[in-house]
């Protein structure tokens, strides 16, 4: 059976994973080559919350939930897994 975490991006490592899948699943793989920008202000403003999904130690997936402040409300946004991975649950594992 699969370990599988859904934790904050901490080292190095994973915040380089957040953005490669950001920037591969939800940029180039719909043809928008050199846009993504990981240090797009959103990223880090308050009430944002990266996180990414492990599975087996290895990240495949990332989310970044937002706090509405008025409403209370969570928000994911920018779901995506990579490529080998998807279709198989985990995106609504994340959602």
Not at 2 to 23: C, D, F, G, V
Not at 36 to 59: Q, R, S, T, W
Request: charge should be negative; aromatic fraction near 8%.
């Amino acid at each position: 059976m699969s370990q599988t975490n859904l934790k904050s991006p901490e080292t190095t490592e994973e915040w380089r994973a957040y953005h490669r899948i950001r920037e591969e699943v939800l940029c180039e793989a719909r043809g928008r080559f050199g846009v993504y920008n990981p240090n797009h202000p959103d990223e880090y403003a308050e009430g944002k919350f990266p996180n990414i999904l492990v599975v087996d130690g290895e990240a495949v997936g990332v989310v970044r939930i937002d706090l509405d402040k008025e409403s209370g409300e969570a928000i994911f946004r920018r779901v995506a897994i990579i490529e080998r991975e998807q279709r198989k649950g985990l995106g609504t594992l994340i959602g």
